[in-house]
């Protein structure tokens, strides 16, 4: 057990091993295998490189945005597209003893239009997430950068500095606070001074966790108040987003996941473009059926 607090857990493991081979039968032994068990799914948790590849298909039937007002449309025909997709994801977070821990993120996103290769986008982010973690808490720091390319000319890169402090206050609840400040610069002039949406983004947000099935299914809350403050006027707003998840586990190889999230975007000025003050909602809706084929 000491072992195990000091972070050497191959070597708790050989001992536990020890107990096993001197007397199958014994209680200890059915402890130290218990043991060995959970050291296995933490060495697996805990493993410092992470991969994942990703494809897929879209079937997108306004690619443009065309609006529904026809005197609006302009004539503007065949927005429908077919979209093929690929993401890679890499994380390399090293294992160390002490509270101190670092990790390195690296994410891309590529997206291929059938027939409006304008809309084509490349995306690519870096991130370092420094933190210091506790028995019960942990803060962290997240520092990212990102570069993205639309229709193979340079659109946008912005830079992110988020704290964020997780804590458990209760046996099975954790809750969840962390700030955010985004630059952005979009790199093609706007047509006019108020259409500029270089910007500093502003946030804040909290959320709360609750685990039950030993861990394996949760509820889980959050929202966020935002604040864009753009160069030009027609694209400041003030943002609120609530959302809500929960992971049901239906067996010990599937899992079922249902999500929610209210996005409500207040813009600040009238638009000099179409002189009305513009409001955004959006809603999001996902349930997802997994199933674990194997392990890893």
Do not use: C
């Amino acid at each position: 057990m000491a072992l195990i607090k000091e972070g050497k857990g191959e070597e708790a493991g050989r001992m536990f091993r020890e107990v096993i081979i001197a007397d199958p039968n014994s209680d200890m032994a059915q402890i130290a295998n218990q043991y060995i068990e959970a050291l296995s799914r933490r060495a697996e948790e805990e493993r410092p490189l992470r991969l994942s590849v990703g494809a897929s298909y879209q079937y997108d039937d306004n690619v443009i945005l065309k609006p529904s007002d026809q005197t609006a449309a302009g004539g503007i025909t065949g927005e429908e597209d077919s979209v093929y997709i690929a993401t890679l994801r890499a994380e390399y977070a090293p294992r160390f003893s002490g509270p101190l821990g670092i990790k390195a993120q690296y994410s891309l996103y590529y997206n291929d239009h059938e027939k409006f290769g304008s809309y084509d986008v490349i995306s690519q982010t870096i991130a370092l997430v420094p933190g210091y973690t506790t028995r019960d808490s942990m803060l962290n720091m997240l520092l990212s950068y990102n570069y993205t390319w639309v229709d193979d000319d340079e659109y946008l890169r912005a830079g992110t500095v988020s704290p964020g402090y997780t804590f458990m206050p209760w046996p099975d609840q954790m809750a969840q606070a962390a700030l955010r400040y985004q630059k952005k610069e979009y790199l093609k002039p706007p047509f006019t001074m108020n259409e500029d949406r270089d910007a500093q983004e502003y946030a804040a947000s909290l959320g709360w966790f609750y685990f039950f099935a030993g861990a394996k299914g949760f509820v889980n809350v959050k929202y966020e108040i935002s604040k864009e403050d753009t160069e030009g006027k027609n694209w400041d707003y003030m943002g609120n987003k609530g959302s809500l998840n929960i992971a049901l586990p239906l067996s010990r190889d599937t899992k079922f996941t249902v999500s929610g999230e209210a996005y409500y975007q207040q813009f600040d000025e009238t638009n000099t473009n179409f002189l009305k003050k513009r409001k955004d909602t959006t809603y999001t809706a996902l349930a997802m059926l997994s199933y674990e084929i194997i392990r890893k």
